[in-house]
Protein backbone atom coordinates (compact mmCIF):
# COMPACT_ATOMS: atom_id res chain seq x y z
CA UNK A 1 0.00 0.00 0.00
CA UNK A 2 3.19 2.61 0.55
CA UNK A 3 4.01 1.53 -3.09
CA UNK A 4 0.91 2.85 -4.37
CA UNK A 5 0.71 6.53 -2.32
CA UNK A 6 4.77 6.50 -3.98
CA UNK A 7 3.08 6.31 -7.11
CA UNK A 8 0.72 8.64 -6.68
CA UNK A 9 4.04 11.26 -7.42
CA UNK A 10 4.96 10.24 -10.49
CA UNK A 11 2.56 11.32 -13.04
CA UNK A 12 3.71 13.55 -15.56
CA UNK A 13 1.07 13.61 -18.59
CA UNK A 14 -2.15 11.69 -19.17
CA UNK A 15 -4.59 9.96 -16.87
CA UNK A 16 -3.20 6.51 -16.20
CA UNK A 17 -4.86 3.08 -16.32
CA UNK A 18 -3.98 1.19 -13.18
CA UNK A 19 -5.00 -2.56 -12.08
CA UNK A 20 -3.90 -4.70 -9.37
CA UNK A 21 -3.79 -7.99 -11.36
CA UNK A 22 -1.27 -9.89 -12.99
CA UNK A 23 -1.49 -9.86 -17.09
CA UNK A 24 0.39 -12.34 -19.64
CA UNK A 25 2.48 -10.64 -21.96
CA UNK A 26 3.77 -7.20 -22.45
CA UNK A 27 2.17 -4.42 -20.21
CA UNK A 28 -0.50 -2.18 -21.96
CA UNK A 29 -3.33 -3.33 -24.30
CA UNK A 30 -3.67 -6.66 -22.68
CA UNK A 31 -6.49 -6.11 -20.52
CA UNK A 32 -9.08 -8.97 -21.87
CA UNK A 33 -9.73 -12.13 -19.94
CA UNK A 34 -7.44 -13.91 -22.03
CA UNK A 35 -4.58 -12.26 -20.98
CA UNK A 36 -5.83 -11.89 -17.22
CA UNK A 37 -3.97 -14.17 -14.66
CA UNK A 38 -4.68 -13.31 -10.82
CA UNK A 39 -5.67 -10.54 -8.65
CA UNK A 40 -4.03 -9.47 -5.58
CA UNK A 41 -6.51 -6.74 -4.45
CA UNK A 42 -10.36 -6.27 -4.43
CA UNK A 43 -11.33 -3.14 -6.43
CA UNK A 44 -14.47 -1.03 -6.20
CA UNK A 45 -15.15 2.51 -8.02
CA UNK A 46 -18.13 4.40 -7.06
CA UNK A 47 -20.00 7.33 -9.30
CA UNK A 48 -20.17 10.32 -7.02
CA UNK A 49 -21.82 13.61 -7.08
CA UNK A 50 -20.49 14.83 -3.90
CA UNK A 51 -16.91 13.17 -3.77
CA UNK A 52 -16.10 14.32 -0.09
CA UNK A 53 -19.39 12.73 1.04
CA UNK A 54 -18.93 9.18 -1.01
CA UNK A 55 -15.63 9.32 0.85
CA UNK A 56 -16.84 9.71 4.00
CA UNK A 57 -19.79 7.37 3.32
CA UNK A 58 -16.93 4.19 2.25
CA UNK A 59 -14.69 5.21 4.58
CA UNK A 60 -16.77 4.32 7.46
CA UNK A 61 -18.49 1.42 5.69
CA UNK A 62 -14.94 -0.20 5.29
CA UNK A 63 -13.51 1.10 9.00
CA UNK A 64 -16.82 -0.70 10.07
CA UNK A 65 -15.59 -4.33 8.07
CA UNK A 66 -12.59 -4.17 10.27
CA UNK A 67 -10.30 -4.28 7.10
CA UNK A 68 -7.11 -2.37 5.37
CA UNK A 69 -7.83 -0.50 2.46
CA UNK A 70 -7.17 2.53 0.29
CA UNK A 71 -9.82 5.11 -0.96
CA UNK A 72 -8.54 6.99 -3.71
CA UNK A 73 -10.35 9.35 -6.48
CA UNK A 74 -10.26 8.36 -10.00
CA UNK A 75 -11.92 8.82 -13.49
CA UNK A 76 -13.87 6.56 -15.43
CA UNK A 77 -13.01 6.20 -19.10
CA UNK A 78 -15.37 9.36 -19.56
CA UNK A 79 -12.68 10.92 -17.57
CA UNK A 80 -15.64 11.81 -14.96
CA UNK A 81 -14.86 11.57 -10.96
CA UNK A 82 -15.02 8.75 -9.61
CA UNK A 83 -13.97 7.10 -6.10
CA UNK A 84 -12.43 3.80 -5.62
CA UNK A 85 -12.06 1.58 -2.39
CA UNK A 86 -9.26 -1.09 -3.03
CA UNK A 87 -8.91 -4.03 -0.18
CA UNK A 88 -5.51 -5.92 -0.20
CA UNK A 89 -5.39 -9.28 -0.54
CA UNK A 90 -3.05 -11.88 1.55
CA UNK A 91 -2.48 -13.85 -1.32
CA UNK A 92 -3.69 -14.25 -5.27
CA UNK A 93 -6.66 -15.12 -6.30
CA UNK A 94 -8.23 -16.67 -9.87
CA UNK A 95 -11.12 -15.11 -11.78
CA UNK A 96 -14.04 -17.15 -9.36
CA UNK A 97 -12.57 -16.11 -6.32
CA UNK A 98 -12.37 -12.65 -7.40
CA UNK A 99 -16.08 -12.56 -8.07
CA UNK A 100 -17.37 -14.00 -4.93
CA UNK A 101 -14.80 -11.32 -3.07
CA UNK A 102 -16.22 -8.76 -5.33
CA UNK A 103 -19.78 -9.34 -4.28
CA UNK A 104 -19.37 -9.99 -0.85
CA UNK A 105 -17.59 -6.76 0.00
CA UNK A 106 -19.86 -5.03 -2.55
CA UNK A 107 -22.88 -6.36 -0.19
CA UNK A 108 -21.17 -5.57 3.08
CA UNK A 109 -20.80 -1.78 1.69
CA UNK A 110 -24.23 -1.48 0.61
CA UNK A 111 -22.45 1.75 -1.17
CA UNK A 112 -24.59 2.87 -4.54
CA UNK A 113 -24.04 4.15 -7.75
CA UNK A 114 -20.96 1.53 -8.63
CA UNK A 115 -19.32 2.32 -11.57
CA UNK A 116 -20.94 -0.22 -14.57
CA UNK A 117 -18.53 -3.20 -14.74
CA UNK A 118 -16.76 -2.80 -11.60
CA UNK A 119 -16.81 -5.86 -10.42
CA UNK A 120 -15.42 -7.65 -13.25
CA UNK A 121 -11.80 -9.06 -12.71
CA UNK A 122 -10.59 -6.44 -15.90
CA UNK A 123 -11.99 -3.59 -14.64
CA UNK A 124 -9.41 -0.90 -14.48
CA UNK A 125 -9.21 2.41 -13.06
CA UNK A 126 -7.70 5.78 -14.26
CA UNK A 127 -5.71 8.06 -11.89
CA UNK A 128 -3.92 11.35 -12.50
CA UNK A 129 -1.78 13.35 -10.38
CA UNK A 130 -4.53 15.29 -9.08
CA UNK A 131 -6.30 12.27 -7.42
CA UNK A 132 -6.10 12.15 -3.37
CA UNK A 133 -5.82 9.47 -1.83
CA UNK A 134 -6.68 7.81 2.41
CA UNK A 135 -5.41 4.99 3.49
CA UNK A 136 -6.38 3.38 6.79
CA UNK A 137 -5.10 0.16 8.52
CA UNK A 138 -6.40 -2.84 9.66
CA UNK A 139 -6.86 -6.57 8.63
CA UNK A 140 -5.46 -7.37 5.51
CA UNK A 141 -8.04 -9.46 3.73
CA UNK A 142 -7.37 -13.69 3.83
CA UNK A 143 -9.59 -14.65 0.30
CA UNK A 144 -9.67 -18.15 1.34
CA UNK A 145 -10.94 -17.76 5.04
CA UNK A 146 -13.22 -14.44 3.96
CA UNK A 147 -15.12 -16.78 1.37
CA UNK A 148 -15.12 -19.70 3.36
CA UNK A 149 -16.92 -17.67 6.29
CA UNK A 150 -19.37 -15.95 3.48
CA UNK A 151 -20.58 -18.77 1.64
CA UNK A 152 -23.66 -19.21 2.86
CA UNK A 153 -24.45 -15.71 2.44
CA UNK A 154 -25.38 -13.16 -0.20
CA UNK A 155 -26.20 -16.29 -2.78
CA UNK A 156 -28.32 -14.56 -5.07
CA UNK A 157 -26.41 -11.38 -5.48
CA UNK A 158 -27.34 -9.55 -8.38
CA UNK A 159 -24.09 -7.67 -9.40
CA UNK A 160 -25.96 -4.87 -11.66
CA UNK A 161 -28.15 -4.17 -7.79
CA UNK A 162 -25.51 -1.48 -6.86
CA UNK A 163 -24.91 0.39 -10.07
CA UNK A 164 -28.95 1.96 -9.14
CA UNK A 165 -28.75 5.48 -7.53
CA UNK A 166 -30.30 4.16 -4.49
CA UNK A 167 -31.91 0.90 -3.16
CA UNK A 168 -35.69 0.86 -4.79
CA UNK A 169 -38.75 1.63 -2.74
CA UNK A 170 -40.71 -0.52 -1.38
CA UNK A 171 -44.17 -0.99 -2.92
CA UNK A 172 -46.75 -1.18 -1.19
CA UNK A 173 -50.01 -2.24 -2.56
CA UNK A 174 -53.71 -2.09 -1.08
CA UNK A 175 -55.42 -5.23 -1.95
CA UNK A 176 -58.77 -4.89 -3.48
CA UNK A 177 -61.65 -6.49 -1.84
CA UNK A 178 -63.59 -9.40 -3.66
CA UNK A 179 -67.04 -9.26 -3.40
CA UNK A 180 -69.74 -12.46 -3.57
CA UNK A 181 -70.37 -11.96 -7.29
CA UNK A 182 -66.70 -12.27 -7.90
CA UNK A 183 -65.95 -8.29 -8.63
CA UNK A 184 -63.44 -6.49 -7.42
CA UNK A 185 -64.42 -3.58 -4.97
CA UNK A 186 -61.33 -0.96 -3.73
CA UNK A 187 -60.83 -0.49 -0.52
CA UNK A 188 -62.97 1.99 1.81
CA UNK A 189 -61.77 5.21 1.89
CA UNK A 190 -61.46 7.03 5.15
CA UNK A 191 -64.85 8.94 4.90
CA UNK A 192 -66.36 5.72 3.46
CA UNK A 193 -64.92 3.97 6.40
CA UNK A 194 -66.34 6.31 9.29
CA UNK A 195 -69.71 6.68 7.17
CA UNK A 196 -70.30 2.83 7.38
CA UNK A 197 -69.44 2.97 11.10
CA UNK A 198 -71.97 5.66 11.98
CA UNK A 199 -74.46 3.60 10.66
CA UNK A 200 -73.66 0.39 11.43
CA UNK A 201 -73.97 2.21 15.16
CA UNK A 202 -77.22 3.65 14.54
CA UNK A 203 -78.88 0.22 13.11
CA UNK A 204 -77.68 -1.55 16.46
CA UNK A 205 -79.68 0.79 18.76
CA UNK A 206 -82.48 0.47 16.25
CA UNK A 207 -82.47 3.98 13.88
CA UNK A 208 -82.51 3.58 10.04
CA UNK A 209 -82.27 6.41 8.04
CA UNK A 210 -84.10 6.65 4.42
Not at 37 to 55: F, G, H, I, M, S
Not at 114 to 121: D, L, Q, R, Y
Not at 191 to 200: F, G, I, L, P, V
Request: charged letters at 20%.
Amino acid sequence: MSGLIQQMGKFDGEPLAWSFSDWKGPKGGNNSLDHWQAATAVVLEYRTKDAAQTVSDLYDKATALGYAFIIMESLNRNSELTITIIFPLTESVNKDQYARLASVLSEELGQYRAEPGNMAVTHLIHVDKGCQLHQAHGAVIAPRQKIKDTEKLYQNFDPKRFEASSAKAAVHLVEPIVTHDGLFEWAPTAQDQAQRTADELLASIGVKLD
